[in-house]
């Protein structure tokens, strides 16, 4: 078998870790960085404890906290121009996956002078990049470990940059910073965590041990803690099995890509603003079904591992699908696409920008088509 698996070359995990980013800082020689989050985080005074840690060391910060969910490429671009003012020598992203994706893009394009147009792809960046640290703050996207920065364009679709110089430096684990959570979004981020791990498991091209391992680790951990975060926010060891379950699967879709839950996901996200794990939800049982065919035994798989409550039993990939349905409607996610305000009117355009996506469709187990997308869409309203 040959296979190529690549991460994120130094992670810090722990309570309590964001204590040594000065040091982490110096590592790779950062003395004056550009933090980027956005403003919900700010408010909730998580970056003034990292600037008092980076002060403490006589270390300057900037701080960029615009960042929109599903950031539009002006992000990127208002970033950079701050960037080169304050003559920053590295990238801080600390947030979600928006603003890790837009850190990630930042730290390109503040010393590479290249159309944003001729990046979008795959492998399509050259020379290098700005040190970048990456700290999340949500338990879901996994974004810190992959080399994957998505963006909404003008016209509401969604493109990803995929290149390995995208890899962050080092990625800082510190389950402090998922306590404040609200239980929508734990929620959320939990289910889009578990859906990278099913995705990268059962995906077609580039499905290897090394993912498989970790994808069935990352599920071990998200779907014992999922429902227990949810219902205890402030339960420690909880919160820390779900960052850690979430790099878990970042590292395992990075190098084993996702398919069609995301590729229908995207869209709604886009059109519609809606968060991006509760996007994957909306699509993911129909899409399981679809799939049942071809990866139905895959499924099986890994049942035991994302429902605890069918561990040591030989269920079916019906059973495992009621389990998944079973485990949003406990965790008070909407289920159907009209519950986001989604009508039959819509499928149409949200399955062309869907079969747009082919970057991840060529990932599914199964072939899909324009055809395949409505049905699925439909299924879900």
Partial sequence: MHLNFQTVPLIKSGYGVISKLPNTCKKFNIKKPLIITDKGICELGFVDKIEEYLKAENLQSCIYKEVLADPPEHNIFEAVSLFKSFEADGVIGFGGGSSMDVAKAVSFFSINDIPIEKCYGLDNLTNSRSPLIQIPTTAGTGSEVTPIAIFTLKNNQKMGIVDPLLYADCAILDAE????????????????????????YTTKLKKNPISDALAKKALFLLGGNIKKVVDEPLNKKARENMLLGSML????????????????????????????????SLVLLEVLKFNSKIAGKMYCEIANDCLPNLRKKNITVDEFISG?????????????????????????VLAEDALKQQRLLINNPREVNLKDVISIYEASL
């Fill in 177 to 200: 910073f998922t306590l404040e959570l609200p239980k929508n979004i734990t929620a959320y981020s939990g289910i889009d965590a578990m859906v990278h791990a099913i995705e990268a």
């Fill in 249 to 280: 699967a970042g590292m395992a879709f990075a190098n084993a890509p996702c398919a069609a839950v995301h590729a229908l996901a995207y869209p709604i996200g886009a059109k519609f603003h809606v968060p991006h794990g509760l996007s994957n």
């Fill in 324 to 348: 998944i349905e079973e485990l949003i409607v406990e965790l008070n996610i909407p289920r159907r696409l009209n519950q986001v305000g989604i009508s039959h009117n819509d499928i149409p």
